[in-house]
């Protein structure tokens, strides 16, 4: 499949899935921290640092480390970000992302499916209360009850939320097409989603780098940020 004929296919359909990762963010300045610079130390990797084991064993350390390379508050969606927003305020998408930087919030994303968490929603795990993301950027615990805060995102050794694989499966039973972005498509649960996809749905990848995958799937090598800059919503 040549580039216009997958912008044809996206036009044409009518219940698309995104199914995207770190490089959707990335040219909104968010480095993909399983290659950035500094993420892995000659100690430990960044799967160590981002670890329910070691926010129990070393609190302080886990925020630090969270605060100074996770956080980017000021990045904005880039325009993969807002086709793909505007294609599911039309009704016409979904989206399930690994991303855990509410930048498909910030674009007003709907029938979105963050499916590792979101490290802007915050809460204390003594009492359960909400937390504004700003007062965690300024201390690790509660002012109300010294409680620890952290984000509601899925650490390595955590599982997925339920609700979130309902609504991911649930979207990609209904799709007709599959659009796979931005990912290398590796990390499992989420590759796994793709095993539940209605089985007439077409499945696209566009990436820069070509993917490997255990399926009939069409591949559109080019970078996302020059294709989706093409299509039309």
Known sequence: MNDTAAQTALQQ???IVFMTGAGVSTPSGIPDYRSKNGLYTEHHNAEYYLSHAFLASHPTEFYQYLKSNLYYPDAQPNVIHQKMAALTQQGRASVITQNIDN???????ANLVEFHGNLYQVYCTKCGQSVAWQDYLKAPTHQADGGYLRPNVVLYDEGIAPENIERAVQYLQQADL???CGTSFRVYP???LIDYRNPQAQVLAVNAEPL??????TMVQEDATT???EVQV
């Open 178 to 180: 599959v659009v796979i």
């Open 103 to 109: 930048l498909y919030v910030v674009a007003k994303t």
């Open 227 to 229: 294709f989706f800059e």
């Open 212 to 217: 490997q995958l255990p399926f009939d799937f």
């Open 190 to 192: 989420f590759a796994g």
């Open 13 to 15: 359909a009518q219940h």
